[in-house]
């Protein structure tokens, strides 16, 4: 691989411009939404460009033009492994950006959208930079731009209403403990990419057969979960519009069904996508370790939302908000806290049964013990 001095200037722009637009403009204009999403979009034909200028040498042509206006390619241009790299260094280099411009600026409108968007990144950069234009490649990429601009979009929008994000009220100033949400940020944005990324990086299939079984099962699966993902942000985003509504529980609509439908919905989307790319990895003999790496995409996710940061810290949140109402433990013996479920049938189930197969952790209801002093490992407070 060889830069030379022309490249140098281009690859510059292309990696430094974003960012430094965005930082210049937060004093200058009160349209600081509109500076700050056209801004961001700029990253996009950026990074590609800049990867593209680091690994011309092996695509044996000098313009990018002409490269992405090419024929379909039968292999990709670099090594599953080699993509992964490329795409964890884009990620570092955006995440630890916007790090530095939220930090300096103490603000939170680019937070969530930065997220959303190195995942816009990441797709398009793996899909166009590996050249291998497969059904099932293509497919797995739209779904997951989709997936990003509709989260995406739907943050920037909640955000820019709030003013501010009051998760880091209390880590926004301390440079430290603000850095470690982005290190996570970075975890969260590559390792749920993974099974875009190395479709994207699989031979061309001989008999494109997509369209098969796991296809379709997949697509419905991602399908229902941006639908539940839609219904729950846009039903709960109305309710707190509301003024009225301040001290009230949402529990309808598909609140109705379960405490957290929307992190439901999520889980449903990631792993669609999975199912869809893992007929690409099955196929390839050579490339078996795909499946499996690509299989941590929808775990992570799982474990994040259930164990972390997702539903643990949603239930402290009402818990401590609403303690012990009367109407809201009933709500939470009655709603299952994941799996859309009836609560006329899910309030008649023994705990046991709440407990494995509906994931009605103990973890859940913690707050609520301390407050009836009741020992952690009881299960009377919900059950």
């Not at 990867?51 to 241009?77: A, N, Q, R, W």
């Not at 975890?187 to 796991?214: H, M, T, Y």
């Not at 009836?372 to 009881?378: A, I």
Request: proline share 5%.
């Amino acid at each position: 691989m060889a830069i030379t001095c022309g490249d140098c200037p281009r690859l510059l722009c292309s990696i430094l411009l974003p960012p430094l637009g965005v930082f210049f403009q937060v004093g200058c204009t009160k349209d600081l939404a509109i500076n700050v999403l056209l801004t961001l979009l700029g990253y996009i034909p950026g990074i590609i460009h800049a990867v593209y200028i680091l690994v011309k040498d092996s695509i044996h042509s000098t313009s990018p033009l002409l490269y992405l206006t090419t024929s379909v390619m039968d292999e990709p241009l670099v090594s599953g492994g080699v993509m992964l790299l490329i795409c964890l260094g884009v990620t570092v280099f955006m995440q630890c950006s916007f790090f530095a411009i939220a930090f300096t600026c103490q603000f939170d409108k680019v937070t969530d959208l930065a997220g959303a968007l190195n995942f816009i990144v990441l797709a398009l950069l793996s899909l166009v930079m590996q050249g291998v234009y497969d059904t099932r490649a293509v497919v797995v990429t739209c779904l997951q731009v989709a997936w990003a601009v509709r989260l995406g979009s739907f943050l920037f929008v909640r955000v820019l209403k709030r003013g501010r994000d009051a998760r880091f009220d209390e880590m926004r100033a301390n440079c430290m403990a603000f850095f470690v949400f982005w290190v996570f940020q970075i975890l969260w944005v590559f390792i749920v990419s993974l099974p875009v990324v190395l479709v994207n990086s699989c031979g061309k299939q001989v008999d494109d057969s997509f369209g098969e079984a796991r296809d379709v099962v997949g697509i419905v699966l991602w399908g229902l979960g941006m639908a539940l993902e839609y219904a729950a942000d846009a039903s709960k985003s109305a309710f707190n519009d509301d003024s009225s509504n301040k001290d009230k529980l949402l529990c309808s609509g598909v609140w109705k069904y379960s405490r957290h439908p929307n992190y439901f919905g999520e889980i449903l989307c990631w792993v669609g996508v999975t199912t869809v790319a893992s007929a690409n990895f099955a196929s390839n003999g050579s490339e078996t370790w795909f499946y499996y790496v690509s299989a941590i995409s929808p775990a992570f996710t799982f474990f994040v939302l259930m164990f972390l940061s997702g539903v643990p810290l949603a239930e402290d949140r009402y818990d401590d908000r609403f303690g012990l109402d009367p109407d809201y433990l009933e709500y939470k013996r009655s709603t299952s806290p994941l799996i859309i479920f009836p609560p006329q049938i899910y309030r008649q189930l023994p705990a046991p049964m709440k407990r494995w197969c509906f994931l009605e952790l103990d973890l859940y209801s913690r707050k609520l013990r301390e407050l009836e002093k009741v020992p952690p490992t009881s299960y009377q407070t919900i059950s």
